[in-house]
């Protein structure tokens, strides 16, 4: 297609004209296509369109979203160890979202990658005080995105100390569970419903989105029963949507034992 056959032209040039070339490029672009996501992350490079196909669900969930006054945080910058690698995705969310506020944190130092509306905080996803100061500094946040460690450990910490600091209305999304079968991250091909690992952990969620039809009278809902409205599984993807679950039971009551 003509966009990514100029995408390879200007990456043929050497920096000092690629570098102008392609900032150019990511405006025109950008701008023609800045309600299509599956569009930007191909644009942008991410890797969220063709290598994970992740960017359509994003359009799914996100597009009644995009222009409300967001604070987005996404969990792993890119790049590796290299300072100058990186940032594709949070400038998609910045185009995607003109009126969001974008935070990036990452174990390797981003902060080349800071500029107009895109924040960068070196730290471990891992690390609950590093957490409580990012938390701090942006306040309520309305989308939380983990494309950090994918190591199942930190991904199950991670969650459970960002999404209470979500907004009442917000998301939590969770790339990479493929991680959830692989040993080398933590994961487990055989018992698949480890609690341990990020799949199992949150497939032994589900029950609570009923929590209110269970009939046992000495259950205790927990937060997550009664602050998580819907949980969707796609591949390799997890969308947890956080609101008040609580619709009340007609039944629940009349079978408590």
Known sequence: MLIEKLKSYIDSYCPWVRRPAKIFYL??????????????????????????????????????????????????????GDPLQGGSSLRMWKRFFPKAEVFGIDVHDKTAFSESRITIMQGSQNDSDFLREVVSQIGPIDIVIDDGSHINSDV????????????????????????????????????????????????????????????????????????????????????IQKGLNKEGSKYALKHKY
């Open 27 to 80: 405006a025109i672009w950008g701008s023609v296509f800045s309600r299509n996501l599956v569009r930007l992350a191909g644009i942008y490079g991410t890797g969220k369109a063709d290598t994970h196909y992740y960017a359509s669900h994003y359009q799914q969930h996100f597009a009644e979203k995009r222009l409300q006054p967001l604070k987005l945080l996404e969990i792993g910058v890119g790049g590796y």
């Open 156 to 239: 199950l910490k991670s969650f459970e100390f960002l999404f209470p600091y979500l907004d009442e209305n917000g998301t939590y999304v969770i790339e990479d569970t493929q991680t959830s079968y692989w040993p080398k991250y933590g994961g487990d091909s055989y018992i698949l419903s480890k609690p341990s690992t990020t799949m199992g952990y949150f497939k032994s969620l589900v029950d609570g989105l009923n929590y209110e039809e269970i009939a046992r009278s000495n259950f205790t809902a927990s937060y997550l029963d009664m602050h998580i409205t819907s949980i969707h599984f796609y591949h390799n993807m997890i969308f």
